[in-house]
């Protein structure tokens, strides 16, 4: 209320003033509508542990709604010229092309994502775009279970066996 009884009373001071009083009270209520807006966007609880597919994985601390953007893939950006470099021979890849020219290495400098396991029936999708690589939810996830996505093409080039254990599973990464 004091807000607006200070409105009124610069109102003979002018118009202008008015506008910014009102501006500013404008930005409070945007402001307020998108931090509940985000409140379902901020990031999961994930944690990196023991994976029954393979070594160490990613899950999820809480549930999670279909869709709900995850988090993004984070790691040194490399050409794709130094990625197959990197590739070729190791044990653990952990890298992403996001165009035809650049790549992230997560092994370098990465985030919790480059502990997220293949799977022929996963959870979670990729998007890449505008030089970004992000997971999203495919499904509902439950609290506690592994994030899992299909890599799709990759540097393992068909030749790393798959160990996800669906069902549906192609055998091979």
Same mark, same amino acid.
């Given at each position: 209320?004091?807000?607006?009884?200070s409105?009124?009373?610069?109102l003979?001071s002018?118009?202008a003033?008015?506008?910014?009083v009102?501006?500013?009270l404008?930005?409070?209520?945007s402001?307020r509508?998108?931090?509940?807006?985000?409140?379902?966007?901020?990031?999961?609880?994930?944690?990196v542990a023991k994976?029954l597919?393979?070594?160490k994985?990613?899950?999820?601390?809480?549930?999670?709604?279909a869709?709900?953007?995850l988090?993004?893939? +984070?790691g040194?950006r490399?050409?794709?010229?130094?990625?197959?470099?990197?590739?070729?021979?190791?044990k653990?890849? @952990?890298? @992403?092309?996001?165009?035809? +020219?650049?790549?992230i290495?997560g092994?370098?400098r990465?985030?919790p994502?480059?502990y997220?396991?293949h799977?022929? +029936?996963a959870n @979670?999708?990729?998007?890449?775009?505008?030089?970004r690589?992000?997971?999203?939810?495919?499904?509902?996830i439950?609290?506690?279970e592994e994030?899992t996505?299909?890599?799709?093409?990759s540097?393992?080039e068909?030749e790393?066996?798959c160990r996800?254990?669906?069902t549906?599973c192609k055998?091979f990464?």
């Open positions: 209320m004091k807000a607006v009884g409105v009124l009373s610069l003979h002018g118009v003033v008015v506008v910014m009102r501006t500013a404008a930005l409070i209520s402001d509508l998108a931090l509940l807006a985000m409140r379902d966007q901020s990031p999961p609880a994930l944690r994976s597919i393979q070594g994985g990613l899950f999820t601390g809480e549930p999670v709604r869709r709900r953007k988090g993004e893939f +984070t040194e490399i050409s794709t010229r130094e990625a197959a470099k990197r590739a070729r021979g190791a653990r890849i @952990v890298i @992403v092309d996001v165009t035809e +020219t650049e790549a290495d092994s370098v990465g985030g994502f480059q997220i396991n799977s022929c +029936t @979670v999708f990729i998007r890449i775009a505008y030089g690589i992000e997971f999203y939810a495919r499904r509902d439950k609290a506690g994030l996505c299909d890599y799709g093409l540097y393992h068909g790393l066996a996800c254990g669906s549906e055998k990464i």
